[in-house]
């Protein structure tokens, strides 16, 4: 690592100056780890990356996350961007779990919630995330046999792990003034816009790489990523996770892994096991889409997964029902 050429990258970016010092001693750390087998950071494959953080859950796991955020600034002034795709999946979603404790206690109570979580230890941040899945099947059985259907979709529902902040005013704004119809359009648009951007810069939409097949795949389906509606429903499909991966794998179950964002059940799409895991698991991904509509019509909104990868399908459908009255006051002038 050029340390003086990092910390130069790291001031022009802003990050606080505390934070500078972390993050350089965090990679410092790191390549002297990888010093051990011989390797650098100009010779580590990404995929190694979960056996240091494996590592660091077994001496000090508070560290990871500080690593993790570190690796993935290291990696942008390297332009290394495959050690951000494989931090990602290391660190997508890993709060769900711990949420999931908490709400259960909030709403059932904490004698319920022990029993629920009893002998099983949440698996912390920088684990393989194909361990997760295990911990999900068990979880997700005690929940239904404990609590039922319908209390076990009620705590999913809000999804587990929240979303980052939306430009919630400017949404809601742009609607008023194009409608539900013309406002989807638009954020399709956009969505292609910042698609094209990241191909012509070569940066990352999330944890995958863009190329012109990614961009055509989306721009033929509005229904990816935004939404149509029909009458009530907004009908959306979430875009894959790796959509280049998702589109060439020759085989099914291999695509619905490139499909799902998330880690507590990716790995059961791998190995076959995923008729183990609760298919109300899913209610989760479709609250991240009505944490977004919730503040948008300023109302609570249903919304339910139509199909996903968790249940055999070939892409994540999910509806979004708006009330009667949504429909009449958004309708274009």
């Excluded at 010092?21 to 990679?27: A, F, L, T």
């Excluded at 660091?56 to 990696?75: G, H, N, P, Q, T």
């Excluded at 990602?88 to 629920?116: C, P, V, W």
């Excluded at 911990?135 to 039922?148: A, H, N, P, V």
Aim: charge should be neutral; proline fraction near 4%; charged fraction near 30%.
């Amino acid at each position: 690592m050029n340390e003086s050429y990092f910390q130069e990258f790291l001031e022009n970016n802003k990050i606080d100056e505390n934070k500078i010092e972390n993050y350089i001693s965090r990679i410092k750390y790191y390549e002297k780890f990888l010093n051990k087998e011989n390797l650098t950071l100009e010779t580590v494959k990404p995929k190694k990356l979960v056996e240091y953080t494996e590592y660091l859950v077994s001496i000090e796991k508070e560290s990871v996350l500080d690593f993790l955020r570190a690796l993935m600034s290291y990696a942008n002034y390297s332009k290394k961007y495959d050690f951000i795709t494989e931090a990602i999946d290391i660190a997508e979603s890993y709060i769900a779990m711990q949420t999931l404790f908490s709400r259960i206690a909030e709403f059932h109570g904490e004698k319920i919630r022990n029993e629920i979580f009893k002998d099983m230890i949440i698996p912390p941040l920088g684990v393989h995330p194909e361990k997760k899945p295990d911990f999900t099947k068990i979880i997700m059985k005690r929940l239904e046999d404990k609590l039922g259907k319908e209390n076990t979709i009620k705590l999913l529902s809000p999804c587990l792990h929240g979303r980052p902040p939306d430009d919630i005013e400017g949404d809601k704004k742009v609607i008023k003034e194009l409608g539900i119809d013309g406002f989807l359009v638009k954020k399709h648009q956009k969505l292609i816009q910042r698609l094209e951007k990241h191909r012509d810069e070569e940066t990352l939409e999330f944890a995958q790489y863009v190329d012109d097949e990614v961009i055509e795949f989306v721009r033929n389906n509005q229904m990816l990523g935004e939404g149509v509606r029909e009458g009530n429903i907004i009908y959306l499909c979430k875009l894959p996770y790796q959509i280049k991966k998702f589109l060439n794998a020759k085989d099914d179950k291999m695509k619905r892994f490139y499909l799902c964002y998330c880690p507590w059940i990716r790995g059961a799409l791998k190995n076959g096991t995923e008729s183990e895991i609760s298919k109300h698991f899913c209610h989760c991904s479709a609250g991240w889409y009505k944490l977004y509509w919730d503040q948008i019509l300023e109302q609570s909104i249903k919304v339910e997964p139509i199909k996903t990868a968790l249940d055999g399908a070939m892409e994540c459908k999910f509806a979004i029902y708006l009330p009667e009255n949504i429909i009449n006051s958004y309708k274009k002038k």
